[in-house]
């Protein structure tokens, strides 16, 4: 097969011949899959109405045993849903977030942000001695309150965020705080959990305990948090 396209647009692709038996059925794929992990993640570990956005989670990281590390607050899922029915935007700390979110399940066409290539942010992280993703998310204030926030990438915008807070800033309605990696992905969601402990403050939020996140999982969440249909 070729891949050249001829100037007049004429090239057609040709399909490789099926050598592998797979489904390819996308509709099918899709069921079969929600209904697997219903199967085989034990989903009473989670609240009642946070049964669909555990599903989407370990959808979106391919292990069932995620629910047992989710940490998921009573008020999480009502919370978010509220906000984005209100048009609250969705606060992403990286693009692989942002645009696993699907429009389409977004109840009021919200604006799905992430500020990290503003062009501010390369001198406020230097100012500031911190990575870029944590100084983009000081870009967030003239709209964080009431809006939902999905850090699926870096700690350090977690710890930024939550920094934010205790120094009276505004406050999401909700938190998805997924950060993934070896150093503060773990600690900066401890500090989530702590939060109300800690300083008194009961901020709606899902997680994940230890090293494991990512963007895929986070915007799993947040596409369960728009929408109950799963």
């Known amino acids: 097969m070729s891949d050249t396209l001829d100037p007049l647009g004429s090239w057609e692709p040709v399909a490789p011949e099926r050598r592998y038996d797979y489904v390819t059925d996308g509709p099918a794929i899709y069921v079969d899959s929600f209904a697997t992990i219903r199967r085989e993640a034990d989903l009473s570990l989670v609240p009642p109405s946070a049964e669909r956005l555990a599903v989407r989670m370990v959808h979106g ?19 978010a849903r509220e906000a984005l029915e209100a048009g ?110 800690d300083h008194g403050i009961d901020l709606p939020f899902v997680t994940v305990r230890g090293r494991r996140g990512g963007s895929a999982m986070c915007s799993s969440a947040v596409n369960a948090l728009a929408q109950e249909a799963e």
């Not at 990281?61 to 919370?79: F, K, T």
């Open 88 to 197: 609250a935007p969705v606060l992403c700390d990286a693009r692989m977030v942002a645009v696993g979110v699907t429009a389409s399940r977004l109840p009021r066409g919200n604006e799905v942000r992430c500020d990290l290539h503003d062009p501010r942010v390369p001198a406020l992280a230097a100012r500031w001695g911190t990575t870029r993703t944590a100084a983009a998310v000081s870009l967030w204030e003239p709209v964080l309150e009431g809006a939902v926030v999905a850090i699926g990438n870096a700690p350090t915008a977690l710890f930024h965020l939550l920094e934010m807070i205790l120094a009276g800033g505004p406050r999401p309605a909700a938190v998805v705080g997924c950060p993934v990696g070896f150093i503060g992905a773990a600690e900066s969601k401890q500090a989530l959990v702590d939060l109300r402990r």
């Open 61 to 79: 990281s391919g292990q069932v045993d995620l629910v047992s590390d989710l940490v998921v607050h009573p008020d999480v899922v009502p919370a």
